[in-house]
Every structure is written in structure tokens, then in C-alpha cells.
């Protein structure tokens, strides 16, 4: 196949690097701003993984994505490199998108307009698993996806337990109060 696009030879560039990192190319945009270029390259932890990329996963990557690009013949002139994670806002779209989304809470919309909210806890061949078999439904079946981000203090917290830092007059103070 012949990359026909910047994107699509940046992206064929950069994938080795990506891959030898242990890390999936999700998606490369390259776009003209000003006298520079911006290259804006979205990896992420393989399909099989749990968790979220660690700021050294992606420096480590963004040191070889950089060398690589600063000797590719598609990318004359200066640039700026932005490499990320895709966030919590990705669409899931592709199977391992909702492999990756296991364990998370799932806001689904069935191609039949159906909605329902619940945990992906599985996901088998093409289908998907909420609440440990309550509710199965082919990928197919699936219109949109995405995570819900979950936003809850932990209940079992004894803030009396937290300890100042060396040097603090108290917890209590705010930052401006000097």
C-alpha cells in the first residue's frame, strides 16, 4: 500500500517506534500552522492492557517519535510534535477500544436507538459483556459507545489520617494566606 497522505507517511514512519514501545497507533493528523507544521500522533496501551499510559510511556515514545521525524523526507522544515493518549473522550468504535474500556461504566447506544449506561466487564469474540452477564450485546449491535469518566470520593477515607508536609503551619491554610 502507498501512503499517499503526509499523515498517512508519518504515520508509516512512526508506527515501528510505536510498536517497539509496546504501544498501538491510534491516529497521526499533521496540519499547517503558520511557518510550522504540527504532527498531533495519538498511541495507546495494547488492546490487552489495563489502565492508562504513564507520562514516561509517553515521553519515552515522543523521544522516538521525534528522532525519526526530524530525518523523514515528509516532513520538510520545522514542526512541532504532540504526543498523547486518545482520553476519555475517544468514541469506542473499534473492538479493542471496548477490550481496552473493560472494567469501565460504558454509555451505549444500540443501532435499534436503544440506551443504556452499565459496566463493560468482558468482552467475548464480538461480544460484549456488561455486569458480569446481566446484559450481552454484539458489537455490531452498537450505534455509539463511549466511557463515562466516574467521579467518586471514596467513602472510606479518615481524612484525620493525612499528615502535613514538613514545614506546613497547617492543612487548612490556603495557598494565597501567607
Request: aromatic share 4%.
Amino acid at each position: 500500500m502507498v501512503a499517499s497522505s503526509t499523515a498517512d507517511k508519518v504515520a508509516e514512519a512512526v508506527r515501528p517506534a510505536v510498536e517497539n514501545a509496546g504501544l498501538v497507533l491510534e491516529e497521526v493528523k499533521v496540519a499547517p500552522a503558520g511557518a510550522r507544521t504540527v504532527v498531533r500522533v495519538i498511541v495507546d496501551l495494547g488492546e490487552d492492557e489495563s489502565g492508562s499510559l504513564s507520562l514516561d510511556q509517553v515521553a519515552e515514545v515522543s523521544r522516538e517519535i521525534s528522532d525519526l521525524l526530524d530525518v523523514h523526507p515528509a516532513l520538510p522544515g520545522a514542526f512541532t510534535l504532540e504526543v498523547s493518549s486518545p482520553g476519555t473522550s475517544r468514541p469506542l468504535t473499534e473492538l479493542r477500544h471496548f477490550k481496552r474500556a473493560r472494567t469501565r461504566m460504558v454509555a451505549v447506544t444500540l443501532q435499534d436507538g436503544t440506551s443504556f449506561t452499565r459496566r463493560l466487564t468482558a468482552v467475548d469474540g464480538d461480544e460484549l459483556v456488561f455486569d458480569d452477564g446481566e446484559q450481552t450485546v454484539s458489537h455490531g449491535d452498537v450505534a455509539t459507545a463511549r466511557v463515562e469518566v466516574e467521579l467518586k470520593r471514596a467513602a472510606s477515607i479518615d481524612e484525620s489520617e493525612f499528615v502535613d508536609f514538613e514545614g506546613s503551619d497547617s492543612s487548612d491554610q490556603m495557598d494565597d494566606e501567607v
